[in-house]
C-alpha cells in the first residue's frame, strides 16, 4: 500500500472537484451556482496560492507576496472572470478576464495578517460576485517583524486511512513566547489539535484522515485560539494551505 505524494504541495495548480462548503470568512470548497457556459469544458475548479505567506512590510525597496488564483479551464469567452478578493477588505484586489490564471504581487507598508480568496464569477465589486463557478480556499498572508515562518505538509491517504500533518515553525525560537501552532480545517472550520496540545514547540503533529471531496488545511503562529480564522491581529506566522483528499482505490 502507497500514499500519493503531496508533500509540501499547497493548492497551486491543482485542479480537484470539492463539496460546497459556505459559510464566514475562510471556509472554502468549489461552488456551482446557475448554468454553466455553453462553451465550458466541465465544471470548474479553482485554485490559490500565497508565496511567501510571512514577510516583511513592505518598504517599497523589498519584495511582496505574490498570490496566484488557477483555474482548470480559461474564462475566454465565457463572458466569467478570475477575480481575486482581499477578504479583510473586502476590495477586489485582481480581475482577469482572459486565460486560466491570475496573478498579482501585495504588500503592506504595516504589519497585520490579510486573507484572499478568488472567484470564477461575474466580474464584481464586492465580495462575493454573482453567478458563481468556482471558489478557491482561502490564502494568508501575514506581513511582520517578528522572525517566525511557518510550514505545513502531509500527504493523501487511500481507502480511509488517516495521515499525520505537521506544521513547522522556523526562524525563531517558539519556546519562550506567548505563541502556539494552530492548525485548521479550512473547510470545517475546525482546530485540528488543541489550542496548548503542542505547547510552546517548534513542531506540531496531528493525526487527519481526510475526505474523497477534500480539505483545505492552514497552520498559524498565534495567541491559543479556538476559533478559526483566529484573531489577524495577533497572527505572527501563515502557512501555506494544503489541500489533502481521500483517495478511492
Not at 99 to 109: E, F, H, K, N
Not at 150 to 160: A, K, R, V
Not at 171 to 184: C, D, H, T, W
Request: aromatic letters at 8%.
Amino acid at each position: 500500500m502507497s500514499f500519493r505524494r503531496g508533500l509540501g504541495r499547497g493548492r497551486a495548480g491543482r485542479a480537484l472537484a470539492m463539496l460546497v462548503v459556505s459559510g464566514g470568512l475562510g471556509l472554502s470548497g468549489i461552488v456551482a451556482s446557475g448554468a454553466l457556459p455553453a462553451n465550458a469544458a466541465g465544471a470548474w475548479t479553482l485554485t490559490l496560492s500565497a508565496s511567501p505567506t510571512t514577510l516583511a512590510p513592505f518598504t517599497g525597496l523589498g519584495l511582496g507576496s505574490d498570490l496566484t488564483a488557477t483555474a482548470n479551464q480559461s474564462v475566454n469567452g465565457t463572458g466569467l472572470a478570475i477575480q481575486i478578493f482581499n477578504v479583510t477588505t473586502g476590495a477586489p484586489a485582481k480581475t482577469c478576464t482572459t486565460g486560466s490564471q491570475c496573478s498579482l504581487g501585495t504588500g503592506q507598508s504595516v504589519t497585520g495578517t490579510d486573507a484572499y480568496v478568488a472567484y470564477v464569477a461575474h466580474a464584481s465589486g464586492s465580495n462575493p460576485p454573482t453567478d458563481i463557478q468556482a471558489k478557491s480556499g482561502t490564502s494568508y498572508v501575514t506581513w511582520t517583524n517578528g522572525p517566525f515562518q511557518i510550514s505545513l505538509s502531509g500527504n493523501d491517504t487511500i481507502d480511509g486511512f488517516p495521515t499525520t500533518v505537521t506544521a513547522t515553525v522556523t526562524g525563531g525560537s517558539v519556546a519562550n513566547s506567548p505563541y502556539f501552532i494552530e492548525i485548521f480545517d479550512e473547510t470545517t472550520g475546525q482546530l485540528l489539535n488543541p489550542e496548548f496540545g503542542c505547547g510552546n514547540a517548534q513542531t506540531c503533529a496531528v493525526t487527519f484522515t481526510p475526505t474523497v471531496a477534500g480539505h483545505n488545511l492552514v497552520a498559524f503562529l498565534t495567541l491559543a485560539s479556538a476559533a478559526y480564522p483566529p484573531s489577524l491581529s495577533e497572527i505572527q506566522a501563515s502557512s501555506n494551505v494544503l489541500f489533502l483528499q481521500q483517495i478511492l482505490t
